[in-house]
């Protein structure tokens, strides 16, 4: 299992020029320009902020995680970690985290993912993908299910087995850990703060996150 990396961040709250609360369940979808520093807080610990990232000027490139695995040569994100998209563009650069290790192979809950794990009626509950298009379809109508990628799991804790498994385990984090991402070029930025009730991890209750960004 890898040794987490943790890095605390030097940035006051009170110098940001962005503040808000995602609740459980809910999405957000924001730009950063190059050299913004985006924070993401798990307040109340071990919650899920699944995370996509775009090239805002061609949105089509999007995050990759085999790319940004394979140019780092390790399946866990954290500090110094940087994000590329399918095209192995820069997007955004890990500076900051006190969690110390972040999942990029558990994918986004969806409804067809949540009955393979829990049960068939669990078809109808809300999941982090429906999540994504609904930010999507109201940042732009030109977005479709194709732009959808494998995504970032923010203080989710997914090991890798010695024989190539996963596991989801309890997790790393805790109230107030955080993770800082800078912008390398101009990125567009999706959420979705998991609304999973079916697994153990969180205790069976999804939470709120914060986000704050710092001008460079």
């Not at 605390?8 to 730009?31: C, D, L, Q, V």
Request: aromatic share 8%.
């Amino acid at each position: 299992m890898a040794v987490l990396n943790h890095a605390i961040s030097e940035r006051k709250m009170e110098n940001s020029f962005y503040n808000k609360t995602i609740p459980a369940g809910e999405g957000w979808i924001y730009t950063l320009e190059p050299g913004q520093v985006l924070r993401i807080v798990d307040l109340e610990g071990n919650q899920a902020a699944d995370t996509l990232f775009y090239d805002a000027d061609q949105p089509s490139d999007h995050y990759s995680a085999i790319n940004t695995i394979q140019r780092q040569g390790n399946v866990y994100l954290s500090t110094g970690s940087i994000l590329v998209s399918e095209s192995g563009k820069e997007l955004v650069k890990i500076v900051a985290d006190t969690c110390g290790r972040h999942d990029t192979l558990g994918g986004a809950c969806s409804a067809q993912s949540n009955t393979v794990r829990y049960s068939h009626n669990t078809l109808p509950m809300h999941n982090c993908r429906d999540t994504f298009m609904l930010q999507l379809a109201k940042h732009d109508s030109r977005f479709t299910k194709r732009d959808l990628a494998p995504n970032v799991n923010f203080f989710m804790n997914v090991p890798l087995t010695p024989e190539g498994g996963l596991t989801f385990e309890d997790g790393v984090s805790a109230p107030g850990k955080y993770v800082e991402l800078q912008a390398i070029s101009k990125t567009l930025v999706l959420i979705s703060n998991c609304p999973q009730l079916n697994n153990p991890c969180n205790a069976y209750n999804p939470t709120p996150i914060q986000v704050l960004i710092w001008d460079k």
